[in-house]
């Protein structure tokens, strides 16, 4: 199996590798996203936007304690794996340390969140009751393999397991949350979505494996942990910095603008979640040129990724600044129309997201820590001064300005380090096309004034034109893609 898989890996060109893991990738969250937006609209509309803020400060903060349990284990064991994945007793390996050092921590991270809901919200059982339920995230995950089946180029698995969970999670609360009452079913169901994803994943390593190893003693989990480190404190800054728009309308508004914020930032989050995949995709592919120090192969094939990601994130850009209106109505209703106008105003964000997705997964398949940790650093630093100030005096729409802030902050950080390390060749000419392309674009669906799946359509078909006569897209391209698809 493992030969099999090097001999079809040699017949694939870097490109070729790269979009296979991406589509499969994306096709994975794409169904997710979609099963989770689907939940959102559902939720909103059955909860109420108070109580959905609250479920929405529920997921933010077990989110930090997700970090700690995991550490920075995730990224580090997917880089190992990739280097690994024709010798499968270093994925044995691998698997077995990684998981006994995310078991303990998960422990410890489900102990403080149930400590946190019973002792600072007595007097919300609708947020206490949230916390204590949610607390047992951190040892669910701990049994989600997405990292090491990344790494093996095993994406297939991810996707199937992927659709399982959502299902569950959709098809549960469209039949059993009724109305704000059941608040906590809710959670519980989202909860057994990922049980059954994790689990899922968890039986297919083990039979790609035989034997798990789990060892808790305290030198092997230190060194691991150790290991690990620099990609958790990465991790942590990277969490605290998207959390503070949540937190601070916590301090400063009130669970109805929660509400509003979260569901703007999910919409949000569809998009960011492709581009992190293009990073994930990535990583395999550039850690062969890494591991044959091969610079010029390096920065060719990093050009070609920001190449990528600006490519569909400008078009994106102006796409869902123009349909935004018509993107809330038909999805939540008039009720909720003030996300609206923080989506024209959060949309912005998804260019320098795209950006840094690219530079983050060189950076951490280069094993550049400390960059990725100064740079994460800076923008939760900068992003908290900033998203008080803001927050306090403007409420929500100062939070879909801290957004933006940060995410720019964040990116340029990663270009200033990225270029100590290599430097790359930008197509400032290709970068115009784009441009142009994405303002037409923009300007074709708002004359068009149809409603928001006939606009995306027309959109995405007036820029593929646009993209094939600027050459944007190039014949070799599409014949690459197809040559993926006859194989």
């Not at 600072?120 to 009751?129: A, D, V, Y």
């Not at 989202?190 to 297919?204: C, D, E, N, V």
């Not at 305290?218 to 480190?229: E, I, R, W």
């Not at 024209?344 to 530079?359: D, E, H, Q």
């Amino acid at each position: 199996m493992v030969i099999n898989q090097k001999q079809n890996m040699a017949l694939l060109s870097n490109k070729q590798r790269f979009i296979r893991n991406f589509s499969l990738l994306l096709s994975s969250r794409v169904i997710s996203a979609i099963l989770t937006l689907l939940v959102n609209i559902l939720l909103i509309k059955k909860l109420g936007t108070s109580i959905y803020g609250e479920f929405a400060f529920a997921l933010t903060l077990s989110g930090y304690f997700l970090s700690i349990a995991d550490t920075g284990l995730s990224p580090f064991g997917e880089t190992q794996a990739a280097k690994n994945k024709n010798n499968i007793n270093g994925i044995n390996k691998i698997v077995g340390d990684i998981l006994s050092a995310r078991l303990l921590l998960s422990l410890i991270s489900t102990v403080i969140i149930i400590f946190i809901g019973l002792l600072l919200f007595k007097e919300n059982p609708h947020q206490k009751n949230m916390l204590i339920a949610i607390a047992f995230l951190p040892l669910i995950y701990a049994l989600n393999f997405s990292w090491v089946l990344r790494g093996i180029e095993k994406n297939h698995i991810i996707l199937t397991t992927t659709l399982a969970g959502g299902l569950i999670y959709f098809l549960g609360v469209l039949l059993l949350v009724k109305n704000p009452a059941w608040y906590l079913a809710a959670v519980l169901l989202f909860l057994a979505g990922s049980i059954i994803t994790s689990a899922f994943q968890f039986g297919y390593i083990k039979n790609l494996i035989k034997k798990i190893k789990i060892n808790f003693s305290y030198s092997l989990v230190k060194k691991t942990v150790k290991d690990s480190l620099p990609f958790g404190i990465f991790a942590w800054f990277s969490i605290l910095y998207i959390s503070y728009p949540i937190v601070f309308l916590k301090i400063f508004s009130d669970n109805k603008n929660i509400g509003l914020y979260f569901i703007t930032y999910k919409l949000m989050a569809f998009i960011f979640v492709i581009f992190n995949l293009t990073g994930n995709a990535f990583i395999p592919v550039i850690s062969d040129a890494i591991k044959t120090k091969d610079s010029e192969k390096e920065s060719k094939i990093l050009s070609e990724l920001i190449k990528f990601t600006y490519t569909f994130s400008i078009p994106v850009c102006f796409g869902g600044f123009v349909i935004s209106h018509n993107l809330i109505a038909e999805l939540f209703g008039l009720k909720i129309i003030e996300s609206a106008m923080l989506l024209r105003m959060m949309v912005w964000a998804i260019i320098p997201v795209g950006i840094s997705s690219a530079l983050i997964s060189y950076l951490m398949a280069k094993n550049a820590k400390k960059s990725l940790i100064k740079s994460a650093a800076f923008a939760s630093i900068i992003g908290f001064i900033f998203s008080v100030f803001f927050i306090k005096y403007f409420g929500l729409k100062g939070a879909a300005y801290s957004l933006n802030f940060i995410e720019i902050i964040m990116a340029g950080s990663l270009i200033y380090f990225m270029y100590k390390i290599i430097k790359i060749k930008f197509d400032v000419i290709n970068f115009i096309k784009v441009l142009s392309a994405s303002i037409i674009m923009a300007y074709a669906v708002m004359l068009a004034e149809q409603r928001l799946i006939l606009s995306i359509f027309i959109g995405m078909a007036v820029y593929a034109a646009l993209s094939l006569i600027l050459k944007t897209i190039t014949k070799k391209d599409i014949k690459e893609l197809r040559g993926l698809i006859v194989k």
